[in-house]
C-alpha cells in the first residue's frame, strides 16, 4: 500500500502560478500510474491530469491542457502538477491519487483504478 501526502497549495491571485508536489511512502513509487484530481465546493470530484509508470505517457482532462502539466521524478518517489494562467474556477481542494494496474509501463488507466489518495491540499484563486 502507497500513502500519498500533497503539498503546494495556496492563495493565488488569477493568472499566477503553483506547483503541487505529492509525495508517496515506500520503494513501489514506480509501479504506479498516479494522478491528479479536484473537488470544488459544491461538486464532484473530476480528473485533471494523469501520468504512467513511465513518465513517458500523460493524459489531461480536455478544460486544462495547456495550462497545467504533470510530472514525476522517480528519485524522489514525488509527482508534481505545475499549473499556470490560474483562474477562479480553479479554486478547490487538489488530490493526488495512485493506480496500481496491469497495464505496460506507458499505460493510462481509467479513472476508476485510482484507489489511494491523498488527503489533499487547498487551492484557492482570487479575482
Known amino acids: 500500500q502507497v500513502q500519498l501526502v500533497e503539498s503546494g497549495g495556496g492563495l493565488v491571485q488569477v493568472g499566477g502560478s503553483l506547483r503541487l508536489s505529492c509525495a508517496t511512502s515506500?520503494?513501489?513509487?514506480?509501479?504506479?500510474?498516479m494522478a491528479w484530481f479536484r473537488e470544488a465546493p459544491g461538486k464532484e470530484r473530476e480528473y485533471v491530469a494523469a501520468?504512467?509508470?513511465?513518465?513517458?505517457?500523460?493524459d489531461y482532462a480536455d478544460s486544462l491542457r495547456g495550462r497545467f502539466t504533470i510530472s514525476r521524478d522517480g528519485a524522489k518517489n514525488s509527482v508534481y502538477l505545475q499549473m499556470n494562467s490560474l483562474k477562479p474556477e480553479d479554486t478547490a481542494v487538489y488530490y493526488c491519487?495512485?493506480?496500481?494496474?496491469?497495464?505496460?509501463?506507458?499505460?493510462?488507466?481509467?479513472?476508476?483504478?485510482?484507489?489511494?489518495w491523498g488527503q489533499g491540499t487547498q487551492v484557492t484563486v482570487s479575482s
Open positions: 501520468i504512467s509508470r513511465s513518465g513517458g505517457s500523460t
Open positions: 491519487a495512485a493506480s496500481s494496474n496491469t497495464g505496460g509501463v506507458n499505460y493510462i488507466p481509467p479513472v476508476s483504478s485510482y484507489v489511494y
Open positions: 515506500g520503494r513501489t513509487f514506480r509501479t504506479y500510474t
